[in-house]
């Protein structure tokens, strides 16, 4: 008998969310079928009062008539009785069988003999109001000091965000202002109540909707407080009229992050507000939008009277997979100021792409499973426009089973021409040789993460960590030899039966042992998973086995003596720490919901 009602079952079907998780091992994710936010609908944690109990006090009282009226029982007095030692309060007298006494200052007189309070003296060297140190430090740095303290993500389900902001929104005035720019300039919204209760606050108080800067719906789940649609429709918390509502009351917003769950409630007149009527956004995200309504909504913003320029900097039609090449080929010609650009899965054509600006600085570029891309188009592409000649992260990955992009000749003449500032390099899917190692070896001075295509052996891809032995014993080659800085390495592309093992593990091979460092991560295909978890030799070399969703690692263990692991933290991963993302971040922001499933769950 499964114990999982249907409600369950509809949640765990409905959402996928992914976190990083903190550990002393790279690629260990928390993974659940629905948002970490989704009990915050379901479950309301009573009230603790966390106060000291009050003492056991005597509730004995005597009543003391007037002098004037000794038979009166209207006047008079109620006092603690003589034999009341432990009196401590009037709160504690029962009237009535009823402690209805509603003061709560604690009497210090016993058999009715009163002394009043001790007063207490004045620190000299204590600050008036408002001029305390922190107090006057400049807002710029009290904001980065109360930004410590927020919490995008919540620690679990049922545990309240932000209570030490809620303290300090009580403490000063000064202090009440930069908490408030805290709690409300980057704004989670993880199911529809709560964005119905955080519209309800910028519109009865419009000052707070001009400190918002970030919208992000990347953890939003539907079913966590409604099953069905029609429930969903019938509260309309979130709504297209709702969210342009909440757009117009957020003027200075700068980025707006948004994924599948919440596409139909993106339509034409939100897309107008977003890419006309924001003067200060700056990056959109628009993870997994591919539903009916949202490609019509998005064919009928063309008809637009669009302006020459946009001012968005960081765009992401990730897995837009309806949108049709007009969109591509009407904004990014606009896009003169852009820097980060993923169109993975998407429609984009070889003349869009062209017509980027050359006045743009991209730094992030995903072209990953983009079909209708040539591979003489990409390589002219990087090799001669300006706008990427800065590149740090770089994917032209495919899926080789449906298509290839990058033959051997293709390889042969986009390698070369890749520039020096990459860190982040997907070849995934191409057709290589094992004359393109040499190609790659002076990328391995600076790259990171590197994904090979097939066509591989593990004895040249082996040549990346070491030199080539000598055989007229010139050892000159060695003593110049500059190490890799490779932490990641992607050969999810070789099956369970092209991946050579034996030589991989073998003593021949370098790959897996201490002197590989820096590598810590080597992604394998995910049916390799099951066969290496049980494996002797991959515990004995000091590595590890993971996987979240479909793809698969294998990760270095550090003992005590290696020191502390590498945290993974780099700028051009704008807030995750660990390896191998296929989506590019618009934000930087810690990873979790649909992006961190998007990121390192699902493959290519």
Request: one cysteine or more; proline letters at 6%.
């Amino acid at each position: 008998m499964d114990p999982t009602t249907p409600s369950e079952k509809s949640l765990r079907s409905s959402f996928s969310s992914v976190r990083e998780a903190d550990s002393d091992l790279a690629q260990n994710f928390t993974s659940t079928k629905i948002s970490s936010y989704s009990k915050l609908g379901e479950e309301v944690e009573e009230a603790v009062d966390d106060l000291p109990s009050p003492p056991e006090m005597a509730t004995q009282t005597q009543f003391i008539p007037p002098v004037t009226q000794p038979n009166s029982r209207l006047h008079g007095c109620w006092f603690p009785a003589v034999a009341a030692e432990g009196f401590q309060g009037w709160k504690q007298i029962g009237v009535k069988g009823r402690q209805a006494s509603k003061s709560y200052g604690d009497l210090q007189a016993l058999k009715i003999v009163w002394s009043p309070a001790p007063l207490i003296k004045k620190d000299p060297e204590r600050p008036p109001p408002g001029q305390s140190a922190i107090e006057k430090l400049p807002a710029e740095i009290l904001d980065q000091v109360i930004d410590h303290l927020v919490l995008d993500v919540p620690p679990n389900g049922v545990s309240a965000r932000n209570v030490d902001l809620m303290s300090l929104l009580l403490t000063s005035k000064m202090l009440h202002s930069a908490t408030l720019n805290a709690l409300y300039k980057n704004i989670t919204i993880p199911h529809s109540r709560i964005f119905r209760k955080f519209l309800s606050h910028i519109a009865q108080n419009k000052g707070l909707g001009t400190i918002v800067r970030r919208l992000d719906f990347s953890h939003f789940n539907p079913t966590t407080l409604f099953a069905t649609a029609s429930e969903r429709a019938t509260t309309r918390n979130l709504t297209p009229e709702t969210l342009m509502q909440c757009l117009e009351l957020t003027p200075f917003l700068r980025e707006f992050l948004a994924q599948e769950y919440i596409e139909d409630e993106i339509d034409a007149n939100v897309l107008r507000k977003l890419f006309f009527g924001l003067e200060r956004l700056q990056g959109i995200d628009f993870c997994g939008c591919s539903s009916t309504l949202f490609k019509n909504s998005f064919q009928s913003v063309l008809l637009s009277d669009w302006p020459e320029a946009l001012l968005i900097s960081r765009l992401s039609l990730h897995k837009c997979i309806t949108l049709p090449s007009s969109v591509f080929e009407t904004l990014l010609p606009r896009l003169g100021d852009l820097t980060h650009l993923d169109l993975a899965g998407t429609r984009v054509t070889n003349e869009a792409l062209l017509s980027i600006p050359h006045s743009a600085k991209i730094t992030h570029l995903n072209l990953a499973k983009c079909k209708l891309l040539t591979a003489d188009v990409i390589i002219d592409f990087l090799a001669h426009h300006p706008a990427v000649q800065n590149l740090v992260v770089l994917s032209l990955g495919a899926d080789a089973r449906s298509h290839q992009l990058l033959n051997e000749e293709d390889l042969s003449k986009l390698i070369p021409v890749l520039p020096h500032s990459l860190r982040s390099l997907s070849l995934k899917g191409s057709k290589m040789a094992a004359s393109h190692i040499d190609l790659l070896r002076p990328l391995t001075k600076h790259l990171e993460e590197l994904a090979l295509g097939r066509r591989l052996k593990i004895t040249d891809i082996d040549r990346l960590f070491v030199p080539d032995e000598s055989n007229d014993g010139n050892i000159g080659q060695e003593l110049e030899w500059i190490p890799h800085s490779l932490k990641y390495l992607d050969l999810s592309d070789y099956t369970a039966t092209e991946l050579d093992l034996i030589t991989m593990f073998g003593r021949n091979t370098s790959i897996m042992k201490k002197y590989s460092s820096p590598l810590e991560v080597i992604e394998v295909t995910d049916d390799l998973y099951s066969r290496l978890a049980k494996s002797p030799v991959v515990k004995q070399l000091g590595w590890t086995v993971m996987e979240n969703g479909s793809r698969a690692w294998l990760v270095r263990v550090h003992n005590a003596e290696d020191g502390p692991r590498d945290s993974g933290l780099r700028s051009w991963k704008m807030g995750a720490s660990f390896w191998g993302m296929h989506k590019i971040p618009i934000a930087c922001a810690e990873v979790g919901g649909m992006y961190g499933s998007y990121m390192f769950k699902r493959k290519l």
